[in-house]
């Protein structure tokens, strides 16, 4: 039987494992090692890595039960001209995009640092979309994926809560699909935003989609 239930706030998600898919978010060494991206912009990089443990387990799961997994990866092409001027010269650290860092150029493709953290490397036959942007549908083919393989349902992991994921369930959510976000697998450098980020979704009646956690999913999903 593929038709499931998982305990979530606000209620109780519905939803068909055929046509779930898991979406992990940007977990690159870029966000979640120290030396790359996030750290540029000022921050402390060791609260994401909490975030890698209980999405492995998700995404072994997931590899079990032959679901779809999309992995995301913010970046742009290594002479940027798919990046902003804006989103260049925002932040002004001394290190910015393109830049070299410990782990190569700062959000460059093909970087060791814009790759996915070993723990969760994609496997052959799952899609990678390369996104230029904070949301993986603008200037992607994730909507294309997503609708050729009947997807309805995204299970949503990866960094950070309030940008990168936040953005991608609120583009999900304008295009129809249900999105449920697993608290202990999204990982905020704030503690505030990662709780109101999180509020933001289920509030309302659940106005972007519904939270709950790897325990829950797992659960839900039969493991
Ligand atoms: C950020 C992301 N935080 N993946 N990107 O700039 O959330």
């Not at 942007?133 to 200037?139: L, N, Q, V």
Request: include cysteine; hydrophobic fraction near 40%.
């Amino acid at each position: 039987m593929a038709q499931k239930k998982m305990d979530a706030e606000p209620y109780e998600l519905e939803f068909d494992r055929n046509t779930t898919a898991l979406l992990i978010i940007d977990m690159q060494r870029d966000f979640v090692m120290p030396g790359g991206f996030g750290e540029a912009l000022g921050n402390d990089v060791t609260p994401l890595q909490a975030t890698i443990e209980p999405t492995r387990r998700v995404l072994d799961t997931a590899r079990k039960l032959g679901m779809l997994i999309i992995h995301t990866r913010e970046g742009h092409r290594p002479d940027l001209t798919d990046c902003p001027p804006t989103k260049l010269v925002r932040g002004r650290g001394k290190t910015r995009i393109g830049d070299v860092g410990p782990m190569g150029r700062i959000l460059v493709r093909g970087e060791v640092g814009h790759d996915i953290v070993p723990e969760l490397y994609p496997k052959a036959g799952e899609p990678v979309i390369d996104k230029p942007g904070k949301g993986a549908f603008y200037a992607t083919d994730a909507e294309l994926i997503l609708r050729n393989s009947g997807i309805k349902t995204l299970i949503v992991c990866g960094v950070t809560t309030e940008v990168c994921v936040n953005t991608t369930v609120r583009e999900a959510n304008d295009r129809g699909f249900e999105c449920v976000v697993l608290s202990d697998c999204v990982g905020s450098y704030f503690p505030e935003f990662q709780k109101a980020a999180l509020a933001m979704i289920k509030a309302q009646g659940g106005i972007f989609g519904w939270v709950s956690d790897s325990k829950r999913a797992l659960s839900a999903l039969g493991a």
